[in-house]
């Protein structure tokens, strides 16, 4: 029980393009470990090799160099798969059967028993929000829906890792807040949860830490809390009222204007001085003065932005 | 290992739910009763129309089903991405590859049998003698398509399903004419010439063998021995190609 739940050690990986003339980097050197019981939000822009490292995890691409190991075992290893839960991105099932016969499917892969498969399907089914559609042709479902699918799939074995591409993409908002729900249950059921996303909202709500790799290599890992404190503040918001009417300060946003008042963001201690220099000369009364640090988004925009600069 | 059949049952099902599938079998349909005009309309050897149209709606429809669903039976997965999730439970890829090629043969044999059967029932109405010459017609028929639908698996295994489809119907022609191929090759002044001919020969499968129409139309058999070694070679290339597959298919990475 000692190992981690994913362990990822320098992964290298390269594609060939342009008809085998030219070579990408997708994974140059990635590393990270993901300890059993947490949930890893895997943040990243497109092309910053996401879905390559998970697919690598699943044995659906073989790494140039490094090592990959799940649960401390090789995942090309089928008995290792066994303990694998997963849901690609964008997931395309078999559409000409039904969701309930596609679970049914699923269950005999992993080797279920008939009975076990047809409780855990009935159970997930109700869980995902697809009773009402489990004899409908898969064909039939919505986008909404067929992600739905994908999750009760990757849970119908009971794995203990479940790893998940873009989970939360094409749902709405409830059923982004559903899925959020469900992950977090997973957790509560021992259970390890890696996913992939773009929503870094839904990243800072449930995840216990956070990876953000980028052009294939892990720029910065930590949670939420360990992270934020390399925030910065980004802006100060100054409120003023009894301005006259015809203030304008140089270059300065201005984010709203009600009768009498008006608010101002600066971006560094020199324009904030010359800001309330100039109101108190035109006599005009400081409200408030209030410093906003960056948000989780604002600081992995920034990382990525110093990565390219890097780079 | 049944998960194999799990595959091979989804694989049945999904064909048999295509709307292809219909439209093969309809036409299939319409082919055996030109088969019942033709017999009308013939002054002689009634039995002989009936069993040579018969057989050849058979075989038509079972060589147009192979192609159609087993040339994009692996890459239309590989393209629609739907493979992924599949190949991300404890499954091998051998598993995969084993489970597609029995569902594709499952759905090809269920509905040739069930025209052999129509076959034989009209047969029975025209009053025409069951002699196991149209038996072994049928056997022939299954052989063939079973090392076509394997070629079909290895190709599908590689590349597009345009592509399948044009490398198992030349892989079909070049295996009917390769006796007179090989005759012609034989003939040839250039050692060279006559050597890869010959090469050629031993790589392409002699679909000639499984040709048993002639004794399916005139009421004759063949040999215990000589069904067996065709048996066998059947087995073979279906082997040799299976293995091919899994090769490619086993190192394949899917971006």
């Not at chain 1, 729900?181 to 390890?192: A, F, H, M």
């Not at chain 2, 669903?69 to 991405?81: A, C, M």
């Amino acid at each position: 029980m000692s190992e981690h739940a994913i362990e990822l050690r320098e992964l290298q990986k390269r594609f060939t393009v342009n008809l085998g003339v030219r070579k990408r980097v997708a994974l140059d050197g990635l590393s990270l470990t993901v300890e059993r019981g947490e949930i890893y939000g895997f943040l990243g822009p497109n092309g910053a090799g996401k879905t390559t490292s998970i697919k690598i995890l699943t044995a659906l691409l073989r790494q140039d160099g490094g090592t990959a190991r799940l649960l401390g075992q090789d995942p090309t290893h089928d008995a290792t798969r066994a303990k694998l839960g997963f849901l690609p991105e964008s997931p395309v099932f078999y559409d000409q059967l039904t969701g309930r016969e596609f679970l049914h499917f699923c269950g005999r892969l992993c080797g279920m028993d008939r009975e076990s498969i047809r409780k855990r399907s009935d159970a997930l089914l109700e869980r995902v929000g697809l009773a009402a559609a489990a004899d409908l042709q898969i064909r039939r479902y919505s986008k909404g829906m067929n992600q739905r699918i994908g999750i009760a799939q990757a849970l119908l074995h009971e794995p203990e890792v479940v790893i998940l591409d873009e989970p939360m993409s094409g749902l709405d908002p409830m059923g982004r807040a559903d899925i959020r729900d469900l992950i977090v249950q997973l957790r509560e059921q021992g259970k390890t949860v890696f996913f992939s996303t773009h929503i870094i909202p839904d990243v800072e709500i449930i995840c216990d830490r956070i990876g953000l790799v980028n052009r294939g290599r892990m720029v910065a890992e930590g949670s939420v809390q360990q992270l934020l404190a390399g925030a910065r503040t980004a802006t100060t918001e100054v409120l003023v009222e009894g301005l006259p009417q015809g203030f304008r300060p140089d270059g300065l946003p201005e984010l709203r204007a009600t009768t009498g008042q008006r608010l101002f963001a600066v971006d560094s201690d020199d324009r904030l001085r010359a800001l309330l220099q100039s109101v108190l000369a035109a006599q005009a009364r400081v409200v408030s003065v209030q410093a906003r640090r960056e948000s989780l988004e604002d600081l992995v925009v920034r990382m990525l932005d110093q990565d390219r600069a890097a780079a | 290992m049944s998960y194999v059949l799990a595959i091979a049952a989804q694989t049945f099902t999904e064909a048999r739910r295509n709307r292809v599938f219909y439209s093969l079998f309809l036409f299939a349909l319409v082919v055996v009763l030109n088969g019942v005009i033709f017999t009308e309309v013939t002054i002689t050897s009634m039995d002989r129309v009936l069993k040579d149209t018969g057989l050849a709606a058979i075989n038509i429809f079972a060589l147009a089903l192979t192609i159609f669903t087993g040339v994009g039976i692996i890459n239309r997965e590989v393209d629609r991405k739907s493979i992924y999730s599949i190949l991300a439970k404890p499954i091998s890829r051998m598993g995969y590859l084993l489970g597609k090629y029995l569902g594709l043969l499952a759905v090809i044999f269920s509905t040739s049998t069930v025209m052999f059967l129509g076959l034989l029932i009209t047969m029975r109405g025209y009053k025409t003698d069951i002699h196991p010459g149209i038996f072994l017609g049928f056997l022939g028929i299954l052989l063939e398509v079973m090392v076509l639908g394997a070629v079909a698996i290895l190709c599908s295994s590689f590349t597009t399903s345009f592509i399948s489809a044009f490398i198992c119907g030349a892989v079909y022609i070049s295996g009917h004419l390769s006796p007179e191929f090989l005759r012609v090759v034989r003939k040839s002044p250039s050692g060279f010439k006559r050597a890869l001919g010959e090469a050629v020969y031993d790589v392409l499968p002699n679909l000639e063998r499984f040709n048993f129409k002639y004794q399916a139309t005139y009421d004759l058999t063949i040999g215990g021995t000589a069904l067996l070694w065709v048996v066998l070679f059947a087995m073979a290339y279906v082997a040799l190609a299976l293995v091919a597959s899994l090769v490619v298919f086993g190192r394949r990475d899917f971006r």
